[in-house]
Each structure stands twice: as C-alpha cells, then as structure tokens.
C-alpha cells in the first residue's frame, strides 16, 4: 500500500517499520486486524477495502511493540540435522545420515536413517514425515470419526502458516504437518477437534463437548498449542 505526497514523495506502509509486513486487502474484512504469521515471520495487517493509508499506518504504529515483541519471540528456524533427536507422533526419532544408501528414509528400532546427499536432509527428513502424518492421521481421525457415527472422506497433510487443522463440509480434513512433532496430548486433541467439526461446523457449546467426549485431556493440548504452538515454526 503506496500513498504519494504533494512533494512526490513515495510512503510504502509495508517498508515504514522497524519489522516486515504485509497488507492485505480483503473484501470480507470489516475491521483492520494485524497478525503474526509464523511460517512467513511477518506481520500481516488486513484491511476492509476502503481503509485509508493513515488509518492503517496509525493502527500498526499503534500495535508496533506488540508485533515486534511476538516476531522477537520467534523460535529460530532450523533444519534437521544428522544425529538430532526428535518426536514423531510421541515416539522419539534419532536422524542417521547414510549418505552411501540410495533409499530416502527408512525407519528402524527408533531409528530414521536417511540417504543421499546432505543437502536433501532435511527435505527428505520431512517428506518422511509428511508421509507418516498422512497414514497416522487418517487412521486416527476414521477411529475416531466412527465414535461419533460420521464418516472422513480423506486427510491431507499441509504446509500452513497459520492453521493447524481444518474440516471441510466435504468432509475432508487438512493437518498441519508440524502437529505430527507435537507431544501426545496435542495430536489427540487435534484430531479429537477436527473430527468433532463432521458432526458440528461451528465452535459451539455442543462442539466442544464433543471433543471433550472424544479426547478427555482436550483442554491441556489446547493450551499447550496456544502456549507453545509457535515453536513448531522452527521448522520449515
Ligand atoms: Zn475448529
């Protein structure tokens, strides 16, 4: 968003803070609302399409220091590295790197050995996980689903940068990849949360009664991911 002076100076809201930011302009928006994207690192404002230069530049000034300290609170991002130790779906995975095998990723007695050049690690570490997610979620998701007497059509694993889940009417459910590195009590109330969207689409009392039937330790993965959820952004 560009505004020019009388003197033909040019302002760029985007480029007039001490942090990165995006503007989006949505035609949905009935108020400005500025935050954090974690996968991105920067803050996005939105604005109704009608919002005038200063009125969003004086909304962000205004919320500088909140946005500056949650981007500050970021986890710095990192790869997977060989040796390193880390959950997948609760159980503990040591990374081995086998660069004279040609298989990409195997899994064996809590061991994930990759294969291949070093520089496809991480990518191949991930793809690994991406690939389990998807088995591991479906399953989980039809076991429960059936409980409740509705039906998963399918999973999909996704790079998001701000959700973790989602149901859609279809009833097809997307995970955030991150979640599958997640203590237990995360991934079960996610799951939990999703499958509870087939029977109820809103987030009413009645839905989140389902998913306290579902999954009785709800409420603490709930709070881990708001206190914690970031965290998994370390990874891209
Ligand atoms: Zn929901």
């Given amino acids: 968003m560009k505004i020019t002076l009388l003197t033909g100076k040019i302002f760029d809201l985007e480029n007039s803070f001490s942090f990165p930011l995006e503007v989006v302009k949505s035609a949905r928006c009935r108020r400005m609302n500025l935050r954090i994207d974690s996968k991105k690192r920067t803050a996005v404002l939105t604005l109704p399409p009608r919002a005038s230069f200063k009125k969003a530049y004086d909304f962000v000034k205004e919320h500088e220091v909140w946005a500056e300290e949650h981007l500050a609170k970021l986890p710095k ?70 409980k409740i007497g509705c039906q998963v059509k399918s999973v999909a694993i996704k790079d998001t940068s701000s959700r973790w889940g989602s149901c859609s009417t279809l009833n097809n459910i997307n995970y955030n990849w991150r979640i599958a590195l997640a203590p237990a009590c995360v991934i079960d109330y996610l799951v939990a949360h999703e499958v509870s969207h087939l029977k109820h689409r809103d987030h009413s009392r009645e839905f989140w009664r389902c998913v306290k039937e579902l999954y009785s330790g709800a409420a603490l993965g709930k709070s881990w991911l708001k206190a914690h959820g970031n965290e998994l952004y370390r990874y891209r």
């Avoid at 040609?102 to 991930?126: P, T």
């Fill in 77 to 146: 991002t990192q790869e997977f590295k060989d040796g390193q130790t880390f959950t997948l779906f609760a159980r503990p995975l040591k990374i081995c790197h086998r660069p004279e095998t040609l298989r990409a990723a195997e899994e064996k007695d809590g061991v994930l050995y990759i294969g291949g050049d070093a520089v496809f690690l991480h990518r191949r570490v991930k793809d690994y996980i991406t690939r389990e997610a998807k088995k591991e979620f479906l399953r989980r998701s039809r076991e429960l689903a059936e």
